[in-house]
């Protein structure tokens, strides 16, 4: 009985195989002229999307690296040596724009980006003692509002303007 079922499953999947490769083998592609294309037709494509980063980060004094993808998982793992790498985007987004111009020169996109998926290091825990600093740390408060270290930052900020 166990043989018969198998046998008839068989010829069932063998006739549902000839019938699709019947039906896709002669099938043929619908002209362009039949696609609607009506309901994009009001949708300009702009070509541009913003600019994301993945982190390269050392992993303590080997040569390895490990590549992360957001900044939780690098301020997670305590990684404080980090290179910015772009992985897609062509153009900044207003908040990457608003920190590059409040970084005044100071610091590029690339570099604001990895000094963001840091921390325990740099302008997160010094004091700022020059114009570049003040202005690199601005540059931050913009980029990365959400960092652990932010309200150091502020504070550093505040006291340099004063």
């Known amino acids: ?12 999947l063998v006739a549902a195989g000839i019938g ?3 039906c896709t083998s002669t099938a ?11 309901a994009t037709s009001g949708v ?26 957001t900044y939780s998982a690098v ?3 305590g990684r404080t040596d980090c290179e910015a790498d772009r992985i897609t985007g062509t153009e900044m987004s207003s908040q990457q724009r ?5 970084a005044d020169g100071a610091a590029t996109l690339e570099e ?3 000094t963001c998926a840091v921390r325990d290091t740099g302008p997160w825990v010094r004091t700022i003692g020059t114009a570049a600093e003040a202005h690199l740390a601005a540059g931050l408060v913009e980029y990365c509002p959400g960092h652990p270290e932010t309200d150091h930052l502020r504070d550093a900020v505040a006291a340099w303007r004063s």
Do not use: K, N
Not at 98 to 102: K, L, T, W
């Open 44 to 69: 300009a494509a702009s070509g541009t999307a913003p600019i994301v980063f993945a982190f390269v980060c050392a992993v303590g004094s080997t040569d390895r690296t490990e590549t992360y993808t």
């Open 98 to 102: 608003a920190a590059v111009e409040a």
């Open 75 to 77: 301020w997670e793992d």
């Open 1 to 12: 009985m166990i043989t018969v079922r198998r046998a008839l499953a068989a010829g069932v």
């Open 112 to 114: 604001l980006a990895a």
């Open 28 to 38: 043929e592609s619908e002209p362009e002229e039949s696609v609607d294309s009506g």
């Open 20 to 22: 699709l490769v019947g």
